[in-house]
């Protein structure tokens, strides 16, 4: 089984509604991200997350909110959907490990959900 | 002005060849860190290869290695011997230090697409 999940894995909806988008590891990390990819581009990141607690904003949070609901899930909603935010969503997890410092984690990702908005 | 550049948008190698894939980074930071993805066309990230900016050995995993020249700073992605499998995109990105950027955001390049010919 994947260490990280995300479903649903393809969406297509329409402009307005809402929308949630669901992460799950295994993983047993205590970081969680999430990312958006457009074509052509890199991954920009939306919000992140350290502990259940504590949540952070990322480059682009405009639009979305999250909710850390267990160290293990981290779920990502649009809550008025618009065609720019069409694109493929990932979830990210890590964990420091053996390492020291953060710039040292490595981040593992989901397999993505493409989000179609009509 | 982007913290990550990859300058070559498509690369074409033949089988068993090696290739180097380009990636150039701007901080100010003395700590960060320095990874490699590879994105299949089936959409997931993969984590290839980590660099650490004061490891001072050229890290290796397998087929990857990374050129790391700290002073140019550029963190090429060597591929030898490269295999069909190896079509796909790959993203460099950077982790800032804890004292410098966001201690979230791992900032993404916008990649390379390699195509492997037989």
């Known amino acids: 089984d994947a260490d990280v999940t995300q479903t649903p894995r393809n969406r297509i909806t329409k402009t307005g509604k809402r929308i949630m988008l669901e992460c799950s590891q295994t993983?047993?990390?205590?970081?969680m991200y999430w990312y958006r990819q457009d074509p052509g581009l890199g991954l920009r990141l939306i919000y992140y997350s350290f502990d259940v607690k504590d949540i952070n904003k990322g480059e682009i949070s405009d639009g979305y909110s999250v909710s850390r609901q267990a160290q293990a899930k981290f779920s990502l909603s649009l809550e008025s959907a618009i065609p720019n935010q069409t694109a493929l969503y990932f979830c990210?997890?890590?964990?420091?490990?053996?390492?020291?410092?953060?710039?040292?984690?490595?981040?593992?990702f989901g397999p993505g959900t493409r989000l179609l908005v009509l | 002005a982007q913290k990550i550049t990859q300058t070559q948008p498509g690369m074409f190698v033949q089988e068993k060849e090696a290739v180097t894939l380009d990636c150039t980074y701007d901080?100010?930071?003395?700590?960060?860190?320095l990874f490699w993805y590879k994105q299949p066309s089936s959409g997931e990230m993969i984590f290839l290869i980590y660099q650490g900016s004061y490891d001072e050995q050229n890290a290796t995993e397998g087929r990857y290695s990374l050129n790391f020249q700290k002073a140019r700073k550029s963190a090429n992605l060597v591929i030898s011997a490269s295999q069909l499998g190896d079509s796909a995109m790959y993203f460099c990105a950077m982790r800032e230090g804890d004292y410098g950027g966001s201690q979230g955001n791992l900032i993404f390049g916008k990649g390379t697409k390699l195509s492997v010919k037989p």
């Open positions: 990210a997890t890590s964990d420091l490990g053996s390492k020291d410092s953060l710039y040292q984690e490595t981040q593992y």
């Open positions: 901080t100010s930071d003395q700590s960060y860190g």
């Open positions: 993983k047993g990390h205590d970081r």
